[in-house]
């Protein structure tokens, strides 16, 4: 199973940014998927999840800002950012849990099973 994560980059508070998250190996439509950032020296946090029927969870700290959103056709989810603030600035990863209540979405990082490389946000003010 292989999660390639994509989108990152510079870009200055206000901006906007998408990321993508594409996912090989998997039959991807089974399972639910999350974004988890971490900035050095602090613990990994949920930013958003989307189950397997489509349902959605999203941080506090993002929440009218951030959408996840998922494509099973292209076995690929994306994380829209926008309005965002330095606070944004972290390495974002991308996650997969197995799916076996369609509807169910985590945010316990614990639950998922597999995890992509990173991908640098970095929001200047």
């Known amino acids: 199973v292989q999660l390639q994560a994509s989108g990152g980059g510079l870009v200055q508070a206000g901006g906007s940014l998408r990321l993508s998250c594409a996912a090989s190996g998997v039959t991807f439509s089974y399972y639910a998927m999350g974004w988890f950032r971490q900035v050095p020296g602090k613990e990994r946090e949920f930013v958003s999840g989307?189950?397997?029927?489509?349902?959605?969870n999203i941080a506090d700290s993002v929440k009218g800002r951030f959408t996840i959103s998922r494509d099973n056709a292209k076995s690929t989810v994306y994380l829209q950012m926008n309005s965002l603030t330095p606070e944004d600035t972290a390495v974002y990863y991308c996650?997969?849990?197995?799916?076996?209540?369609?509807?169910?979405?985590?945010?316990?990082?614990?639950?998922?099973?597999?995890w992509g490389q990173g991908t640098q946000v970095t929001v200047s003010s």
């Open positions: 989307i189950s397997r029927s489509g349902g959605t």
């Open positions: 996650a997969a849990r197995y799916g076996r209540v369609p509807y169910s979405v985590s945010s316990n990082q614990n639950e998922y099973s597999y």
